[in-house]
Antibody, heavy 126, light 108 residues
Framework: QVQLQESGPGLVKPSETLSLTCAVS?????????WGWIRQPPGKGLEWIGS???????YYNPSLKSRVTISVDTSKNQFSLKLSSVTAADTAVYYC???????????????????WGQGTLVTVSS | DIQMTQSPSSLSASVGDRVTITCRAS??????LNWYQQKPGKAPKLLIY???SLQSGVPSRFSGSGSGTDFTLTISSLQPEDFATYYC??????????FGQGTRLEIK
């Protein structure tokens, strides 16, 4: 059973860099799939931040691209998120998830997020 | 980028009701559409992928349909544990992921 667990500071000061790590158990990141970060401001909807392929290729939300770095450490079976120059608008619950995919009989690739970590609340405040 | 619009934003229903939630994409996304359920304080849970495929372990009262720009999630007979917020998500491109704004399903 694949499980993901986010970790990192719950409080970050404005203008600083938010750093989170997602530890994966029950599956080796090196085996494949993408791995993603999604956030949810309090009382609001879901926003995809970005995803990383097991090989290290990254894909970011264009609205956050200039501030986001996602990396993978296959030796520790974990991947990480860095978001720079944070403001109060970056306060949110941050989730990591496996960004899985499969190919149907016609060769079409479908992808989705499953499973998800439990999420970690990061508050940006001085 | 592809915008996803869900309707309604909130919905009140009773146990046993049949409920339908709609998701519309700003451009055709074929069948690249997923549905998630989120309960308060919990992470989202994948219900439906590829527009109509039921994720393993999800009750058969949940079903999805649609292709192109218009999609629906149907719960055939609401159970008490189904009251939650539901999100659609387009997966037309791995490089561009967007979610709908959510539909909150409440008890009438």
């Amino acid at each position: 059973q694949v499980q993901l667990q986010e970790s990192g500071p719950g409080l970050v000061k404005p203008s600083e860099t938010l750093s989170l790590t997602c530890a994966v158990s029950g599956y080796s990141i090196s085996s494949g799939y993408y791995w993603g970060w999604i956030r949810q401001p309090p009382g609001k909807g879901l926003e995809w931040i970005g995803s990383i392929y097991h090989s290290g290729s990254t894909y970011y939300n264009p609205s956050l691209k200039s501030r986001v770095t996602i990396s993978v450490d296959t030796s520790k079976n974990q991947f990480s998120l860095k978001l720079s120059s944070v403001t109060a608008a970056d306060t949110a619950v941050y989730y990591c998830a496996r960004h899985g995919y499969y190919y149907d009989s016609s060769g079409t690739r479908y992808n989705w997020f499953d499973p998800w970590g439990q999420g970690t609340l990061v508050t940006v405040s001085s | 980028d592809i915008q996803m619009t869900q309707s309604p934003s909130s919905l009140s229903a009773s146990v046993g009701d049949r409920v339908t939630i709609t998701c519309r994409a700003s451009q055709s996304i074929s069948s690249y559409l997923n549905w998630y359920q989120q309960k308060p304080g919990k992470a989202p849970k994948l219900l439906i992928y590829a527009a109509s495929s039921l994720q393993s372990g999800v009750p058969s009262r949940f079903s999805g349909s649609g292709s192109g720009t218009d999609f629906t999630l149907t719960i055939s007979s609401l159970q008490p544990e189904d009251f939650a917020t539901y999100y659609c998500q387009q997966s037309y491109s791995t490089l561009e992921v967007t979610f709908g704004q959510g539909t909150r399903l409440e008890i009438k």
